[in-house]
């Protein structure tokens, strides 16, 4: 049974999480007024896109959309992150990180290329309109694969609900405070989250912009991950 010698509130590699984190978003936001474009980089496009490029699958969970979004995901990945990190230690917390990432990458694009071959399917000039961003005004069905093809993807979420059922996986009966006042257990609240997360996916609410698939795909690929080091006797508890 692994023990760490020391607790730290910022162990190493959540630490420079949050700095690599931070530098992306300050270099998405001051760059952008010198006409250079971030997102179009480092953001997650379709395969269709002409903007996708491999990297994005890694470096769309260092991007975020606005403050907000920045400020609750790093506060989560410092919240529960640090303490997966001082009990695993850095190199299989950064593994669980990035697997969890690039998973629920994966998840998201699965689930997006379908939609996107369902709504194209004996529609190849649908598809072509939708690669350079314009649509048919008069068919509702091309708008929506226009939005989905050139809709890009960024945050770290993925990432961080894969942190989230391992803590809750780890520390079942931990309590967290939901709003600072209702205790939950951490088994029960990721659990709660889950359903959620995968009701709203079904929904597919068009005004929704969250991409609930990746948050389940990064809690799918820690479920996995955790399951093999569990069946390859690896203590890590």
Do not use: C
Request: aromatic share 18%.
């Amino acid at each position: 049974m692994y023990r760490p010698s020391s607790f730290s509130q910022l162990p190493e590699i959540v630490k420079n999480l949050l700095i690599i984190n931070g530098l992306f978003f300050l270099a998405t936001i001051s760059l952008e007024s010198y006409g250079i474009d971030f997102t179009k980089w480092f953001a997650l496009h379709q395969f269709q896109s002409p903007d996708f490029m491999p990297h994005q699958l890694i470096t769309h969970f260092f991007m975020h959309g606005n403050f907000t979004h920045l400020l609750f995901n790093m506060f989560a990945l410092w919240m529960f992150g640090k303490i997966l990190e001082n009990v695993w230690g850095g190199k299989r917390f950064l593994t669980y990180y990035m697997i969890t990432g690039i998973g629920a990458a994966f998840v998201h694009l699965t689930v997006s290329q379908y939609q996107i071959i369902e709504l194209g399917n004996g529609f190849p000039e649908l598809m072509e309109l939708a690669k350079n961003g314009r649509y048919n005004t008069g068919n509702v069905n091309s708008l929506k694969l226009t939005q989905l093809v050139t809709t890009p993807t960024v945050g770290a979420s993925g990432a961080v609900f894969g942190i989230l059922l391992a803590f809750g996986m780890l520390f079942p009966n931990t309590l967290l405070y939901i709003y600072f006042a209702i205790p939950v257990k951490a088994k029960y609240f990721v659990i709660i989250y889950g359903i959620m997360e995968l009701y709203a996916g079904i929904s597919n609410n068009p005004a929704d912009n969250v991409a609930h698939f990746a948050h389940l795909g990064g809690m799918l690929f820690g479920f996995i991950l955790l399951k093999y080091w569990q069946k390859n006797n690896t203590q890590f508890y």
